[in-house]
Nanobody
Framework: QVQLVESGGGLVQAGGSLRLSCAAS????????MGWYRQAPGKQCELVSS???????NYADPVKGRFTISRNNAKNTVYLQMSSLKPEDTAVYYC?????????????WGQGTQVTVSS
């Protein structure tokens, strides 16, 4: 069983920065894809960004140019550097890890970390 532990959320003023971290424990394999989703009050959960074990990245349009995702494969850890934050970035951010190992798909989620951007 894989556990994802997030850290780094908090309250920041508009224009500020935050760095989220997510560490996967209990895994004996390299995770295929790690990423971040977010859910704002009254809205659906949406993909923010993802990164493969080979370093290919994907960003949602609203965060392009402001957020940067990275990962340490040796530690199965993913980071999300968020800059130029806007009030609309306020949400609970969830870490996700998914892929396939020995033909079996897996999909794990963290408990979520609150990011609040004040105007």
């Amino acid at each position: 069983q894989v556990q994802l532990v997030e850290s780094g959320g908090g309250l920041v003023q508009a224009g500020g920065s935050l760095r989220l971290s997510c560490a996967a424990s209990g895994s004996i394999f390299s995770i295929n894809v790690m990423g971040w989703y977010r859910q704002a009050p009254g809205k659906q959960c949406e993909l923010v960004s993802s990164i493969t074990s080979r370093g290919s990245t994907n960003y949602a349009d609203p965060v392009k140019g402001r957020f940067t995702i990275s990962r340490n494969n040796a530690k199965n850890t993913v980071y999300l550097q968020m800059s130029s934050l806007k009030p609309e970035d306020t949400a609970v951010y969830y870490c996700n890890a998914h892929g396939i190992v020995v033909g079996i798909p897996y999909d794990y989620w963290g408990q979520g970390t609150q990011v609040t951007v004040s105007s």
